[in-house]
C-alpha cells in the first residue's frame, strides 16, 4: 500500500469554526488531491497539487483552501465550517497527473453541528 | 456538473451469478479508470483502459471501453461475496484530474 496518512480520522466541529485537515505522503510523488465523498455524488474534486507551492481548484473548491510547502503535506483548510461541509475527505495522490493510478488515504469523517 | 453516470445505483445479487454495471456520459474521455471501495477504506484501482473499444480482463472482471470513449463497462462472472463493494468509473478529460461515477453498490450474498 502506498505510505498515505490522513490526520484527524473523524472530526465533529461547530458552523462557522476553522478546520485543517493533513494528508501526508512518504511516496514522494508530484500530485496530492483532496477529494470529498456523498451519497449520490461519488468523488468530487475540491482542489489538487502538482508541486510545493502549485495548487489548482477542482469541481467543489468554493470555501476550501489548501497549502503544500513540503512535498510530503498537503492541508486541506475550511476557513468558517458549514454544515454543508458535513463529508468524508479523502486525499489521494499520484505521480503523473490524472492518467496515472491515484492511491487513495484512509480518509476523514468531518461533522460539521 | 457530473458528467459520468453510473448504473444501477445498488445491485444485490446471489454468490455465483454474473452481472454488469456502466458508466456513461455525454464527454469525451482520453482514458477511464476504474475502483473498488470497501467501507470505511478509500478507493483502490483496478484497472485503467485507454483505447476506444479496448477490453481488459482481471480475473472474474471483464472492462471494456467505448468505441467513441464516452462510456464503458464492467462484468462480473460467477460474483462472489468478496466482491462486495462500491465501484466506480473515473474519467480523464485531459486536464490534470479525475471526474469520478456515482457509484454502484454491490452485494453479493453467500
Known amino acids: 500500500d502506498a505510505g498515505i496518512t490522513q490526520s484527524p480520522r473523524h472530526k465533529v466541529t461547530e458552523t462557522g469554526t476553522p478546520v485543517t485537515l493533513r494528508c501526508h505522503q512518504t511516496e514522494n510523488h508530484r500530485y496530492m488531491y483532496w477529494y470529498r465523498q456523498d451519497p449520490g455524488h461519488g468523488l468530487r474534486l475540491i482542489h489538487y497539487?502538482?508541486?510545493?507551492?502549485?495548487?489548482d481548484k477542482g469541481e467543489v473548491s468554493d470555501g476550501y483552501s489548501v497549502s503544500r510547502s513540503k512535498t510530503e503535506d498537503f492541508l486541506l483548510t475550511l476557513e468558517s465550517a458549514t454544515s454543508s461541509q458535513t463529508s468524508v475527505y479523502f486525499c489521494a495522490i499520484g505521480e503523473a497527473g490524472s492518467t496515472d493510478t491515484q492511491y487513495f488515504g484512509p480518509g476523514t469523517r468531518l461533522t460539521v453541528l | 456538473t457530473q458528467l459520468l453516470e453510473q448504473s444501477p445505483q445498488f445491485l444485490s445479487i446471489q454468490e455465483g451469478e454474473n452481472l454488469t454495471v456502466y458508466c456513461n456520459s455525454s464527454?469525451?474521455?482520453?482514458?477511464l479508470q476504474w475502483y473498488r471501495q470497501e467501507p470505511g477504506e478509500g478507493p483502490v484501482l483496478l484497472v485503467t483502459?485507454?483505447?476506444?473499444?479496448e477490453v481488459k480482463k482481471l480475473k472474474r472482471l471483464t472492462f471494456q471501453f467505448g468505441d467513441a470513449r464516452k462510456d464503458s463497462s464492467l462484468h462480473i462472472t460467477a460474483a462472489q461475496p468478496g466482491d462486495t463493494g462500491l465501484y466506480l468509473c473515473?474519467?480523464?478529460?485531459?486536464?490534470?484530474?479525475?471526474?469520478f461515477g456515482t457509484g454502484t453498490r454491490l452485494t453479493v450474498i453467500p
Open positions: 497539487s502538482y508541486g510545493v507551492k502549485d495548487t
Open positions: 483502459v485507454v483505447t476506444g473499444g
Open positions: 464527454s469525451v474521455f482520453s482514458s
Open positions: 473515473a474519467g480523464d478529460t485531459g486536464a490534470n484530474n479525475l471526474f
